[in-house]
């Protein structure tokens, strides 16, 4: 898939936010590249290098980082992503200006968005005056209904809110994949080589939203391959640390890992984050962790 700046060649866009590329997300983008493929178009998606409520001072913890969703988006079968510089500049354009901007750029046949979908100034641009500039500027606008899981609307404020709460199989059900991060292995503490239980610290930075402190079955990617693990979030109450972290035990697993990119997929909470009175019962608790996570059934 190619980052692509302009084109003069017919193509669809998908429009939106997109943090969490959930089911109700991928429903739009999917739609966008079927229309694409019959008319024998290319198929893209414009996406914002922050999320735009951090513009407004306001922090959004990510259900899903720029690099994050490249990697998503890297297994459909879109053709282009543009990725556009949002600052208070392009926050102060006006609807319909926006929407020039991005016909300058590209030769849009047709936009894809949500019904929820906002653009522009102050927000006041939506899919009623977007189907209005299709009708000045001769684009087609397709917007899709909201999508539904157990009569619940999947959106990403709903997930955010399960995975603030550990519910990683719901918040699941609503992405329609595992909650994951990823990031590069760095060197940690080292307290879990002196209990004989090695661990990758994942370094995952400030924006990525993480579930809430506690032990988590977790599957890991590390150079295409999988392995279950044991994922700790927390800041290691038993050896006093400080700085929260992510140290992830991995099963059947030995060799370089430091400056590795590794994946992490939530699949369920096991318990919380425990003061232990001992590094022994710790060991202790950490051996219990590892059943638990070898025996995980889906």
Do not use: W
Not at 81 to 109: C, Q, T, Y
Not at 115 to 133: I, Q, V
């Amino acid at each position: 898939m190619n980052i692509l700046e302009n084109c003069e060649e017919k193509c669809a866009i998908a429009l939106g936010n997109f943090d969490g590329l959930h089911r109700a997300h991928m429903e739009i983008i999917n739609r966008c590249i079927e229309f694409a493929k019959k008319k024998n178009i290319l198929s893209g998606i414009l996406l914002f290098d922050i999320h735009t409520s951090e513009v407004f001072g306001i922090r959004t913890e990510l259900l899903t980082t720029l690099d994050e969703k490249k990697e998503i988006l890297e297994k459909t079968d879109l053709d282009f992503i543009h990725i556009m510089h949002f600052d208070k500049k392009l926050a102060g354009v006006e609807p319909e200006e926006f929407i020039e901007r991005i016909s300058e750029k590209f030769n849009v046949e047709a936009f894809f968005a949500g019904y929820d979908y906002t653009f522009g100034k102050g927000a006041k641009g939506n899919a009623e005056l977007l189907k209005k500039l299709g009708d000045k500027y001769g684009f087609s606008v397709h917007i899709t209904d909201c999508v539904k899981n157990d009569e619940k609307i999947i959106s990403s404020s709903a997930i955010r809110e399960l995975v603030e709460a550990g519910d990683m199989k719901r918040a699941q059900e609503l992405l329609g994949r595992s909650y994951f991060v990823s990031g590069k292995v760095e060197k940690g503490f080292g307290n879990g080589t002196k209990l004989l239980f090695p661990t990758a610290n994942i370094n995952i930075g400030k924006d990525k939203l993480l579930p809430p402190d506690g032990v988590y079955c977790a599957v890991l990617t590390i150079d295409g391959k999988k392995y279950m693990s044991a994922a700790n979030i927390g800041k290691n109450p038993t050896f006093g640390a400080k700085r929260r972290t992510l140290e992830c035990f991995i099963l059947d697993f030995s060799g370089e890992i430091y400056g590795k990119h590794i994946t992490a997929e939530f699949k369920e909470k096991i318990r919380d984050d425990i003061k232990f009175d001992n590094a022994a019962d710790l060991k202790l608790q950490i051996e219990k962790d590892i059943e638990k996570v070898r025996n995980y059934k889906e």
